[in-house]
């Protein structure tokens, strides 16, 4: 059946991925700038100093999106591009390139999605107040959106201003895997606390503009099922959806944080930066939900000794039959559907974006000089068959962003994984569209699968 008329058909990508030009035009340092300079951070040292060089060829990419036949492109802003030290005035070249940027997407027919915040949080903030665990930040970053509204508020198809919560507080802030490299508890749930609570204050403050387009946040929202049919498994389950799942949606749809989740963080911490309206502000009404689904997570009890409640399962595709992109993440694409299902009948059926959806595989270009990608093009099939499916079943779904648009730096893994429809061989900086873009080009001109 065809998707609805109107339907966004997208691709994504986030400014430090792609951007490169790390110091230029007035450009202050990010987190990601200095995690990524930091030894041992990144796989083979690589940082983002370059990466797809976007900054300088982004109307050839504006050209690449438009080939393909996509009306929408989902990109990021870069806060200390816009704003050096994360307050203060702006800095005018940055701004001018996303202005650029937005122009040169409408003058192709193509709708922009700005995402306000993908991670790169200014290194002048995390230097004077620990960034997200200051609340101050959230104050910074509602007047940082302010800028962008006024600048670009006249260009801007749809408006994100978080995208992953969950990421940038657990990888960043316990696990210390992604910037700033933190690994604590408290500071977790600090951030993620003051990520919503910025949310809440951007909403606000887009509101007060009189702006229409829609505005939302951005949630990588993974179902969780028990690796085994056993009570302690089943706990670990929900303990690991309240950690990831609800600990996010409850307070943007019910204005509460979950009460079971209160309790097992409230044993183990004094959740004293948590203020009476905060929770309330978290909740200011939305026009979408911006999902972004890779795969399921199983998770297991904890064995003895193991610090955590639960453990993530990951395994093999040679042991399950369940086939998996090559960071081993599992191609379910029947737990999309549950996802949206779900979602509809737990949280007033919101509107939704899909913001992001793609997988990793070690692409190479072939003696024909073309990338031959069936395994991509079989999951992306098969997940937007999915969201054809959750569509008849009534939910609310209005577009699809691919991630990515381009191979780009991903993050704590470097270059290695390939998430992008389109090659890039980063030593020449070429193009190279997959199999995969021509596919779902055919796809976006028939408004349907074939």
């Not at 913001?355 to 003696?367: I, K, R, S």
Request: charged fraction near 25%.
């Amino acid at each position: 059946m065809p998707f609805p008329t109107e339907f966004a058909w997208g691709a994504a990508t986030s400014s430090y991925q792609i951007e490169g030009a790390a110091h230029e035009d007035g450009k202050g340092p990010s987190i990601w700038d200095t995690f990524s300079h930091t030894p041992g951070k990144v796989a083979n040292g690589d940082t983002g100093d370059v990466a797809c060089d976007h900054y300088y060829r982004w109307a050839d990419d504006l050209d690449l999106i438009g080939s393909h036949g996509l009306n929408a492109y989902r990109f990021s802003v870069s806060w200390p591009r816009i704003q050096p030290d994360g307050r203060g005035p702006v800095n005018q070249k940055g701004l001018d390139f996303y202005q650029r940027l937005c122009d040169g997407l409408l003058e192709r027919g193509i709708r922009p999605a700005a995402t306000l915040y993908h991670w790169d949080l200014p290194q002048a903030l995390q230097d004077d107040g620990a960034g997200w665990q200051n609340r101050d930040t959230a104050e910074r970053f509602a007047e940082y959106a302010a800028i962008l509204y006024d600048g670009l508020g006249d260009r801007v198809a749809w408006w994100v201003t978080h995208n992953e919560p969950w990421v940038a507080a657990a990888l960043g802030h316990r696990l210390g895997i992604h910037a700033p490299g933190i690994r604590d508890l408290a500071a977790e749930l600090r951030t993620s606390h003051h990520l919503l609570l910025s949310h809440g204050l951007a909403v606000e403050a887009y509101r007060s503009t009189g702006l229409a387009a829609p505005i939302g946040i951005t949630l990588n929202l993974m179902p969780t099922y028990p690796q085994h049919d056993t009570h302690e498994d089943r706990r670990a389950a929900i303990l690991s959806d309240g950690y990831t799942n609800r600990w996010y949606l409850d307070p943007l749809f019910r204005g509460t944080y979950p009460a079971d989740m209160l309790e097992y963080f409230a044993a183990r911490l004094r959740l004293d930066w948590i203020r009476p309206g905060d929770v309330e502000q978290m909740a200011r009404p939305t026009d979408f939900l911006g999902v972004n689904f890779y795969s399921r997570r199983v998770v297991r009890a904890s064995a003895a000794g193991e610090a955590a409640e639960f453990a993530w399962v990951v395994r093999s595709e040679g042991t399950t039959g369940i086939p998996t992109s090559d960071l081993g993440w599992e191609m379910t694409p029947e737990t999309l559907l549950e996802l949206l299902v779900r979602l509809k009948a737990d949280y007033g059926s919101p509107a939704i974006l899909i913001t992001e959806n793609g997988c990793a595989l070690n692409d190479t270009v072939g003696g024909d000089g073309k990338v031959h990608d069936p395994r991509r093009i079989e999951y992306l099939r098969t997940h937007l068959a999915a969201l054809e499916e959750s569509i008849a079943r009534g939910v609310d779904v209005r577009g699809y962003f691919a991630w990515s648009l381009l191979d780009n730096f991903e993050w704590a893994e470097g270059y290695g994984p390939r998430f992008g429809i389109t090659y890039v061989d980063y030593a020449t900086q070429g193009r190279i569209p997959k199999d995969s873009a021509r596919w779902y080009a055919d796809v976006v001109r028939r408004n349907g699968l074939p």
